[in-house]
């Protein structure tokens, strides 16, 4: 079941990211759960076209893993995501 979702999430990560979100090379780009299958395959594509990548996940050991494959994993965002994320991705 867990490999039959691999397919269904590289489709929605590729169309969210290249057919909905229109992901340009530099733009930054924070993925929510990343260690999700979802979020495992956002990565890929995200840095095949050249986005600059953060990424959160609930566990210590998720965080290690995402860290081993590129992005960028802040520290300390469960309080302060909200905050995090307006300094960071909105544009003023």
Same mark, same amino acid.
């Given at each position: 079941e867990e490999a039959a979702q691999v397919p269904r999430a590289t489709l929605k990560a590729w169309l969210a990211l290249v057919r909905f979100g229109l992901l340009r090379p530099g733009e930054r780009l924070l993925i929510l759960d990343a260690a999700s299958p979802l979020g495992q395959a956002a990565l890929p594509? /995200?840095?095949? &076209?050249? /986005?600059? &990548?953060y990424a959160t /996940?609930?566990? &210590?050991?998720? %965080?290690? /893993?995402? %860290?081993?494959?590129? *992005? #960028? #994993? *802040?520290?300390?965002?469960?309080c302060g995501l909200r905050r995090y994320? %307006?300094?960071?991705? #909105?544009r003023r």
């Amino acid at each position: 079941e867990e490999a039959a979702q691999v397919p269904r999430a590289t489709l929605k990560a590729w169309l969210a990211l290249v057919r909905f979100g229109l992901l340009r090379p530099g733009e930054r780009l924070l993925i929510l759960d990343a260690a999700s299958p979802l979020g495992q395959a956002a990565l890929p594509i /995200a840095k095949i &076209l050249g /986005a600059k &990548l953060y990424a959160t /996940a609930s566990s &210590l050991e998720a %965080r290690r /893993a995402l %860290r081993e494959q590129g *992005p #960028v #994993v *802040p520290r300390g965002l469960r309080c302060g995501l909200r905050r995090y994320i %307006r300094q960071r991705f #909105v544009r003023r």
